[in-house]
């Protein structure tokens, strides 16, 4: 009798010890990328083309159990199955340990990968789908592409893949941290549906977005993020304007420490905005926030963040906790953490393509599943795309956000599962 096969298997990393515990039907912790291509998927050879990408990253093949004291990923034989999108866009994919964390999809033109946040962040997750895209636009058009297609720009190394960089720069001898953030302002309305999100995209060009920001002596980010603070400011009641409006924007650490890791390694910071005497013009709020980046955004504070929160994990008492009773805790610290958020808006960034596949497509977008609002952005070319997910139902957030770049000059196509009854609401 042959002896039992032992199974590889990973810690969570810091940032992904959070979202099991805190997984629920209305936020399940997915996100999602696509790619719409120019003409319809042939779910043949996507299946081929994933078959390829997930040899490049077999640490995705993995499963989550739980143990006595923590979670962690286990290696799974299950491959990855190439399927019709049919159920709405981030749905729950972690519920038991019998599932990867993972799904590629498609739907006309759209390659569709969803994830779940423990498995990865959002650069992993682009990495991965870039590999699928490259490897199905590859086959797709071996005649123009010729005999040496062009291929993904990611390089690394399996072990680098693997890497948890949080391990690897927790300082723990630095006892520096952060100032914390004050409550903040709740958005109020009618939710949809558990299980439901309510998505509104914006595509524009990106020469735009960049000519709009360089005019008002601001980055894209810093733009955006000024322009959300603002279009939230204007949906308060007078009465909530003691609080401040308090977005969440996630960092992607990679760009301060040196990792080329395809597991979670971000980090967040607040921008924070007051409006208790008022909404004032965007030319006033720029500069606030633009200070607010210039201080938050340095390698010293992305430090002192990463070490308080690692510093929990490797206290020796929470190490022997039992997982029921850590469980509990995270709920309850994730749940205070909720209140010091009003909203989250992420700029994945460019995601770039080898030029001969261009062609064939037409834009990237990304959103997540959230229990609140969350603005997510990327590019590819000059197509931008601006794509809002929320629990709410009411459209009006970012309907005022996507009118204030219009009244910049920004030329915007509108796409969104509202019917027509709730956009014109």
């Given at each position: 009798?042959?002896?039992?096969t032992s199974k590889t298997w990973n810690r969570l990393d810091n940032a992904a010890k959070i979202f099991p515990p805190t997984s629920t039907r209305r936020d399940p912790k997915v996100f999602r ?59 729950t994919l972690y519920k038991n340990s019998k599932k990867l964390l993972f799904q590629v999809m498609y739907f006309r033109q759209h390659i569709v990968l969803e994830v779940y946040h423990a498995l ?180 010293e504070y992305l430090q002192n963040r990463l070490d308080g929160l690692a510093g929990l994990e490797h206290n020796p008492i929470s190490r022997i906790v039992p997982l029921p009773i850590k469980d ?98």
């Amino acid at each position: 009798m042959n002896p039992k096969t032992s199974k590889t298997w990973n810690r969570l990393d810091n940032a992904a010890k959070i979202f099991p515990p805190t997984s629920t039907r209305r936020d399940p912790k997915v996100f999602r990328f696509s790619c719409r291509l120019t003409e319809e998927v042939d779910p043949d050879l996507l299946q081929k083309a994933l078959d390829g990408a997930i040899r490049e990253f077999p640490g995705f093949c993995c499963i989550l159990k739980r143990g006595a004291f923590w979670y962690y990923l286990e290696e799974s034989p299950l491959r990855p199955k190439v399927c019709e999108e049919t159920e709405p866009p981030c749905s729950t994919l972690y519920k038991n340990s019998k599932k990867l964390l993972f799904q590629v999809m498609y739907f006309r033109q759209h390659i569709v990968l969803e994830v779940y946040h423990a498995l990865t962040d959002g650069t992993g997750a682009i990495q991965f789908l870039k590999e699928v895209v490259c490897r199905y636009l590859a086959l797709r058009h071996p005649d123009t592409l010729g005999g040496n297609p062009p291929v993904s720009d990611y390089d690394a190394s399996f072990t680098q893949k693997m890497n948890d960089s949080f391990d690897q720069y927790y300082n723990k001898k630095n006892k520096q941290r952060n100032p914390g953030d004050p409550p903040a302002f709740q958005l109020r309305g009618l939710k949809t549906p558990e299980g439901i999100l309510t998505v509104i995209e914006g595509l524009c060009s990106s020469r735009e977005v960049l000519s709009a920001a360089k005019a008002c002596g601001v980055t894209a980010t810093v733009l955006l993020t000024s322009v959300l603070l603002r279009a939230i400011g204007l949906d308060m009641r007078v009465a909530d304007r003691k609080k401040p409006v308090v977005l969440t924007i996630p960092v992607n650490l990679r760009n301060y420490f040196d990792s080329q890791s395809a597991r979670n390694f971000f980090s967040l910071i607040p921008a924070v905005m007051e409006f208790r005497d008022g909404v004032p013009p965007l030319d006033d709020i720029f500069p606030l926030v633009k200070e607010q980046f210039t201080s938050r955004l340095t390698k010293e504070y992305l430090q002192n963040r990463l070490d308080g929160l690692a510093g929990l994990e490797h206290n020796p008492i929470s190490r022997i906790v039992p997982l029921p009773i850590k469980d509990l805790a995270m709920k309850a610290a994730y749940h205070i953490s909720e209140r010091s958020a009003t909203a989250a808006l992420s700029n994945v960034g460019i995601i770039r393509i080898p030029e001969p596949l261009m062609p064939y497509i037409e834009f990237f977008d990304v959103f997540t599943s959230t229990p609140k609002l969350q603005l997510c952005v990327c590019s590819c070319g000059d197509r931008m795309t601006l794509c809002f997910s929320s629990a709410f139902a009411s459209p009006d957030v970012p309907r005022r956000f996507f009118r204030m770049l219009t009244e910049m000059g920004i030329s915007m196509t509108i796409i969104t599962n509202l019917s027509a009854e709730e956009e014109t609401a």
